[in-house]
């Protein structure tokens, strides 16, 4: 199975600030990569596909990057509603498919 | 848009098998898409467990072992999953989804695009 490692686990942060998460795996797996939230309590919700493509609805503050190993999720300016877990997904190899252990965004 | 509810006990006894049902509303499924179940243990991250799409067979995650059953019922437009012998271990949010094929430049990449609200199952005697 293919690993997924994100850093940091978690992340303190302030509104209006810039904030970047990484993903890395264990292998090679092209730009095969989503990432999602998490709000307390509610289904993960789908911001990013193919490692730098933003899911219609989602707003432009996120952004991704990416391609091999290497993967970050950025938001340029932090929002209350922002404050959430992230995880991040490869569907290069399936199955299985595999998350990582998620980074939680806090204030 | 396609909406998922989970549906299912929210108690099962060791080694009883967990069964949850996923209905799906504003999408047929046997549309071009897979259905999936996606677990969350208490403060942890997530689980794939499986998927099945309603031409071909279905893929499970090998950490479960063949304890995992995943079916479709077209009539009712619904999927369901079976999981046997559980444990405590298997305690957990569990989430029914849709997987699609979505296009990026030149390739075909696969995302949870919609899922349900989660239905907690406590495995206790």
């Known amino acids: 199975d293919i690993q997924m490692t994100q850093s940091p686990s978690s992340l303190s942060a302030s509104v209006g600030d810039r904030v970047t998460i990484t993903c890395r795996a264990s292998?090679?797996?092209?730009?095969?990569l989503n990432w999602y939230q998490q709000k307390p309590g509610k289904a993960p919700n789908l911001l990013i596909y193919?490692?730098?493509y933003l899911q219609s609805g989602v707003p432009s503050r996120f952004s991704g990057s990416g391609s091999g190993t290497d993967f970050t999720l950025t938001i340029s300016s932090l929002q209350p509603e922002d404050f959430a877990a992230y995880y991040c997904q490869q569907s290069y190899s399936t199955p299985p498919y595999t998350f990582g252990q998620g980074t939680k965004l806090e204030i | 848009q396609v909406q998922l509810q989970e549906l299912g006990p929210g108690l099962v006894k060791p080694s009883g098998t967990l069964s949850l049902t996923c209905a799906v509303s504003g999408g047929s499924i046997s549309s071009d898409s897979w259905w999936t179940w996606v677990r969350q243990s208490p403060g942890k991250g997530l689980e794939w467990i499986g998927e099945l799409h309603h031409i071909g067979s279905p893929n499970n995650n090998p950490s479960l072992k063949s304890r995992v059953t995943i079916s479709l019922d077209k009539p009712k437009n619904q999927f369901s999953l079976k999981l046997s012998s559980v444990t405590a271990a298997d305690t957990a949010v569990y989430y029914c989804?849709?997987?699609?094929?979505?296009?990026?430049?030149?390739?075909?990449?696969?995302?949870?695009?919609?899922w349900g609200q989660g239905t907690l199952v406590t495995v206790s005697s």
């Open positions: 292998q090679n797996i092209n730009t095969y």
């Open positions: 193919a490692a730098s």
């Open positions: 989804a849709r997987v699609v094929a979505g296009r990026a430049a030149a390739r075909i990449i696969y995302y949870f695009d919609s």
